[in-house]
């Protein structure tokens, strides 16, 4: 339990991106295409909220192993 | 505590998941996590007790931040088009993941106690939301 808590990523990065790859190639997307249509405002606006998540996930994670560290 | 008194309050877990199950899935579109929260903590006869446990209001809106990130993403770099539906519809199922905390416990008789407690599945549920965000916009070329 705490050793999956410990490591911010649960699942291997290969198996999420077998399932990001085969999600976009079975219906048929362009990769390419797609990337072409973020104006690099949005790219930046994405970034944000993407850092912005990923911190508020480990703070989430942390939080409660922390406090049961200083309760000892 | 007596058996009994465990037995009602199982009893009360079942009818709610049901419920809340129905709703939850007739309502939620674009974020089928349904999640729930019956955590018992129980302090009886007791004395200076530091109780400290998950907040799953803050890990619901979490869950429901990234998942509507990725829709979001999805919609505009592939457009508002079946195929976007059809995309999203994909890794809904994946994301599709159905919990609950049902932690009890007890502080029966007790002096001085701290207690924390971790709802590991909620914690492990949001990592592995962000992980498909974070893959979905790499591909992109977006990090």
């Not at chain 1, 399932?19 to 990337?35: E, P, R």
């Not at chain 2, 199982?10 to 996590?33: F, G, I, K, P």
């Not at chain 2, 019956?38 to 400290?52: K, L, M, P, T, Y």
């Not at chain 2, 770099?77 to 519809?89: F, H, L, P």
């Amino acid at each position: 339990m705490s050793d999956s808590l410990k490591n911010s990523k649960v699942l291997s990065d290969k198996v999420i991106d077998l399932l990001v790859s085969n999600t976009f190639q079975k219906n048929g997307v362009n990769i390419d295409k797609a990337k072409k249509k973020l104006t690099d405002e949005q790219k930046q606006a994405f970034k944000e909220l993407v850092e912005d998540l990923t911190k508020q996930v480990n703070s989430f994670v942390k939080q409660p192993s922390s406090k049961q560290e200083n309760s000892k | 505590m007596s058996e009994k008194k465990w037995r009602a309050l199982d009893h009360c877990d079942n009818n709610s998941n049901r419920n809340d199950a129905d709703v939850l899935q007739a309502a939620d579109q674009s974020a089928a996590t349904e999640q729930e929260s019956f955590e018992w903590i129980i302090v009886r006869d007791s004395e200076d007790v530091e109780v400290q446990t998950t907040d799953t209001q803050a890990a619901v809106s979490l869950q429901l931040g990234i998942q509507v990130a990725i829709a979001v993403v999805i919609s505009i770099t592939i457009g508002d088009t079946d195929q976007s539906k059809a995309v999203v519809q994909d890794l809904k199922q994946f994301m599709r993941t159905k919990q609950q905390n049902t932690q009890k416990t007890v502080i029966e008789g007790s002096k001085h106690v701290k207690v924390a407690t971790t709802d590991t599945d909620v914690a492990v549920n949001i990592q592995a939301l962000l992980q498909i965000l974070l893959a979905i916009v790499a591909k992109l070329d977006i990090l």
